[in-house]
Structure formats: structure tokens, C-alpha cells
């Protein structure tokens, strides 16, 4: 029996069946309505996409390797790949500042219809594909197939942002439901793919969604109050002369949404996880002080992300920064700018979001673990919880008392001789 008892520690706890209903319920409504959501926003037509040409007529691009440099002049002579018989071309120099072409380079290049080479970028592909093949097999050798399954998920997100987010917000669809329902269906695939279909990944998936709908509302009411128009960026401008009319300022508060479903998945995740848990190692103490006990950890938990977020966003606009710097303006004018503003604003709607993301799936979690859910194995369906749990779940006023108080050291010890 003692040896039973361990085993019952070796397996995650689970909710009950009941609980489990409900929250089926739950998700299947969240699901429905992220549906409806998505016909109402749903793009009419795909053709945007790659539809500006990035070349002159009779113009193509290049692969070419740089076979030597003249340190004088600059220009580089480059072999064209699939055009090694002609030999080596020149290459004018590129104005990069103080970069300059170096022997073994490859270059991407446009070869006009005369036969001249215009220096368009360096090839990154090589690199590049080394760091995301080392990416993949330490994720899936490590995380095993739950990394697997977060590629995946990930993957398919990224399929749903460019193949319905953004022909729907070209189509002049409503930013703040299209952002809604992006996260709605981008999380779920993530979730469940990384994290398998239980409660722990369901509460997981609440909790989140409940903290990108406040995020979603402060960042609708933010956007507008602080007049963020979205066209001082660079990419904003080139979007308002592209022809297609584009909400540039709905396109901030979509970008808004979506660049809180990262940071909030990490936070609820690890609430819940920490959660079962703490249940696993505690299946005595009640719902309020798993709840407390959960909120310690999301209290570290939080601090840490809040500057985690803030200076990711510093790093992206790192350059805005510093530019904006040289200016002789006052430092409350400087944080005001367009291009800061839109940072900050991104920073602190992210960040409230989080901050209210991580009590709401703290106490879902704490709600659906339940009091008496610890899993068994099979033999023992049928079998009493224990002395030790049935004692502790006893309405006696000792074991009220000992509810907050930590597990003694030789806890292990008197369970194995109460299962005697």
C-alpha cells in the first residue's frame, strides 16, 4: 500500500469529471464565437499578397559570390551563379557606411536587362537555416515532443497571421475583433499542440485569453486617447503609399494584441503548471491557500516579465532612441514622440495585461485542480485517498490551523507508515 500511495504521487493531479464538462463547455463557447468571429472579419481576396514586384522590367535577382575587392575604388568583382562562363563582373560599391564587401561574400544582386549588377543585400539563407536546424533539434531533443508540438503550433500560427490577419486587416476588417480572434486561434493551436488537451492546458488557455481581452480593450482605449496614428513609422508610410487603404491606426492596435499572446502564454502556463504542482506535492492544503501559495510564485513570476518586456521593446527601438536622442528637446517631449509613444504604450498595455493575467489564471487553476483530484493508477481507482488526506480534509480546527504551514521534513516518512 505504501508503495501504491508513491505511485499515485508519479502522475499529474486532474480535475473532475464534472469539471471537466465545464470546462469543455467553456472552450467549445470560446471556439464558437472565435468562429463567428472569424467569418465576420474573414478576407474577400488574397491577391495583396506578393502583389507589388520588387524589380525593374526585364530585371532579375542574382546569387553571386564575391571573388576579391578593390580597396581603393570598392567595387568587388562577383561570379553570378549559373553564369560562371562569363567570368567575373563588377559590382559597384554598396553605400553601407562603413561596411564593405569582403572575399567569400554572397551577395544578392539585380542584373538589369543590360547586364549590370546593382548590389541589393547580402544572402543570409546559410546562417540562417543553421541556427533554426540547431533551434529545432535542441527544442524537440530537450522538450521532446512537447517541443515538437510547439513548433507545430507555432508554425500554424504564423500561417494564420499571414494567410488571414493580414489579408483581413488589407480588406478594411475591424483591427480589434480581427486581433481577437487571431489570438483566440492562434493560441489554441499552441496550446493544446505543445501542451496536450487536459485542464492544466485549458486553464492555461482561460487565463490567457482572459488577460488578451483586457489587453485588447486597454490598447483599443490607448491607441485612440494618446493618438497614435501608426504613420511615422517606416513601414507605416510605405503602407499609406501603397495604394491600399489601410487602417494604419487600427493596425497599431491590432499589432498591440498580437504581441501580448506571447508574453501572457508564457505567464499562464507557468501559473498553472506551478499550481498542480503544488497540488501534487499538497493534495491537503484548500483552494484559497493553493491560490496564495500560487500567487508567491506569480508574484516573482511578474516582476521578472515586466522588465522582460520592457526592454525587448527598448531593443526593437533602440535606434528610434538614440535618434531621437540628438535632439535638444526635453525628456517628456522626447517620450511623447510618435515613435516612442507607440513603444510605450505597447509596453504598458502588454504589461497590465500580464499583471492581471497571472491572479485570473492563479485562481481558475486553483478552482479546477479541486481539493480531492489527485490521480491514481488504475489498481486503485476503487481505493480510500488515505489516512493522511482523510485527516486532513477532516473540518477539525489543528488541521485548520496547519493548513498554511509548510510540509514537515519526514512528511515522506509518516505517509508510508500511515499507508501501513
Do not use: K
Not at 48 to 62: D, N
Not at 151 to 179: E, H, K, R, W
Not at 305 to 324: E, K
Amino acid at each position: 500500500m505504501g508503495a501504491g500511495h508513491s505511485h499515485s504521487l508519479e502522475r499529474p493531479p486532474r480535475a473532475s469529471e464534472r469539471t471537466t464538462l465545464i470546462l469543455s463547455v467553456i472552450v467549445a463557447a470560446v471556439l464558437f464565437l472565435t468562429t463567428i468571429g472569424a467569418v465576420a472579419v474573414w478576407p474577400s481576396d488574397w491577391s495583396m499578397l506578393r502583389s507589388v514586384p520588387t524589380t525593374y522590367e526585364g530585371a532579375t535577382w542574382e546569387s553571386a559570390t564575391v571573388e576579391s575587392v578593390d580597396p581603393d575604388t570598392g567595387v568587388a568583382l562577383v561570379t553570378v551563379s549559373g553564369q560562371e562562363d562569363t567570368g567575373a563582373q563588377e559590382l559597384p560599391p554598396a553605400d553601407l557606411g562603413t561596411f564593405d564587401y569582403e572575399e567569400g561574400d554572397r551577395i544578392r544582386a539585380l542584373q538589369l536587362d543590360t547586364g549590370e549588377l546593382i548590389f541589393g543585400d547580402f544572402e543570409r539563407a546559410g546562417p540562417m537555416l543553421v541556427l533554426l536546424i540547431a533551434y529545432v533539434l535542441l527544442v524537440a531533443g530537450i522538450a521532446w515532443w512537447r517541443g515538437v508540438g510547439a513548433l507545430l503550433g507555432l508554425a500554424a500560427a504564423f500561417g494564420i497571421i499571414v494567410f488571414f490577419t493580414v489579408p483581413a486587416l488589407f480588406d478594411g476588417a475591424n483591427p480589434l475583433v480581427t486581433g481577437l480572434v487571431t489570438g483566440s486561434g492562434a493560441l489554441a493551436m499552441l496550446l493544446y499542440l505543445a501542451h496536450g488537451f487536459n485542464s492544466r492546458t485549458t486553464t492555461a488557455y482561460l487565463g490567457t485569453l482572459a488577460g488578451l481581452t483586457i489587453t485588447a480593450l486597454l490598447a483599443w482605449w490607448a491607441v485612440d486617447a494618446s493618438s497614435l496614428t501608426g504613420i511615422w513609422s517606416e513601414e507605416g508610410a510605405h503602407l499609406e503609399l501603397s495604394g491600399r487603404s489601410v487602417d494604419l491606426q487600427g493596425l497599431v492596435l491590432c499589432g498591440i494584441v498580437i504581441a501580448g499572446l506571447g508574453v501572457l502564454n508564457d505567464v499562464t502556463v507557468t501559473q498553472s503548471s506551478a499550481v498542480w504542482e503544488l497540488r501534487a506535492a499538497r493534495p491537503d492544503i484548500s483552494r484559497w491557500n493553493l491560490f496564495r501559495r500560487g500567487m508567491r510564485i506569480g508574484r516573482d513570476h511578474i516582476a521578472s516579465t515586466v522588465y522582460t518586456i520592457a526592454f525587448a521593446y527598448v531593443g526593437a527601438a533602440l535606434p528610434a532612441i538614440m535618434l531621437i536622442s540628438l535632439y535638444d528637446t526635453s525628456v517628456g517631449s522626447t517620450l511623447t514622440t510618435a515613435e516612442i509613444a507607440e513603444e510605450a504604450v505597447r509596453t504598458l498595455v502588454s504589461s497590465i495585461g500580464l499583471v492581471l493575467a497571472v491572479p485570473l489564471t492563479t485562481g481558475i487553476a486553483a478552482l479546477v485542480v479541486g481539493t480531492d483530484a489527485i490521480a491514481r493508477e488504475p489498481s486503485q481507482e476503487g481505493a480510500v485517498a488515505g489516512p493522511q488526506v482523510a485527516r486532513a480534509a477532516a473540518p477539525t480546527a489543528g488541521a485548520a490551523a496547519l493548513a498554511d504551514a509548510p510540509p514537515p521534513v519526514l512528511e515522506p516518512e509518516f505517509r508510508g507508515r500511515a499507508d501501513e
